[in-house]
């Protein structure tokens, strides 16, 4: 494995401004891009921990439910909400991966991992419709 560089973004602003530098890469529960550092996939010179960062919130209004960036799929699943009126997103989330990786792997890690999850539609993973509504439907990959 290359070696890298690693910081833990202090806020979202110093974020943002770290992600200005080029060979800059996030990590968040790094369960695909810790295999990719491994396997040379991914070669950056440096990782940009955002896991302190106040992203991790799940908020449900009239218009849909917004996700934080570091909400994680179990995090989801689990949600009140999700189960009563998102109940096939909760499903489809908890037949990705394991116990350990829904654990660890956020809704955004997801979307760059080039394999949404079979709710979320390409482009549209920040505005989810409540139940009722129809998606194209996208199988995960693993
Ligand atoms: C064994 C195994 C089984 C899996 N099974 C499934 C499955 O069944 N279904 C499925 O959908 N996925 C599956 N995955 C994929 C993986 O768990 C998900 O893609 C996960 O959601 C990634 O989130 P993460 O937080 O771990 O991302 P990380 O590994 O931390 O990052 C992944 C990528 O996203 C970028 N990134 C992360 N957060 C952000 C952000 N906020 N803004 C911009 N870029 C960001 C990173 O820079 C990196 O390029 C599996 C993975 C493994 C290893």
Redesign the pocket.
Known sequence: MRSFGYAKAPDVASALAALATPGT????????????LKEGI?APDRLLD?TGLP?GAVEASADGLRLG??VR?SEVAAHPVVAREYPVLGEALL????AQ?RT??????????A???PVLPRGDAAAVQPAGRRFGMRR???
């Open positions: 890469e996030v990590i968040a529960g790094g369960t695909e891009l810790v295999n990719w991914a955002i992203l960036a570091l799929m037949a990705a991966a394991s990786l660890m792997a956020t809704i955004d890690g997801n979307i760059p991992a394999h949404p999850l995960a990959r693993r």
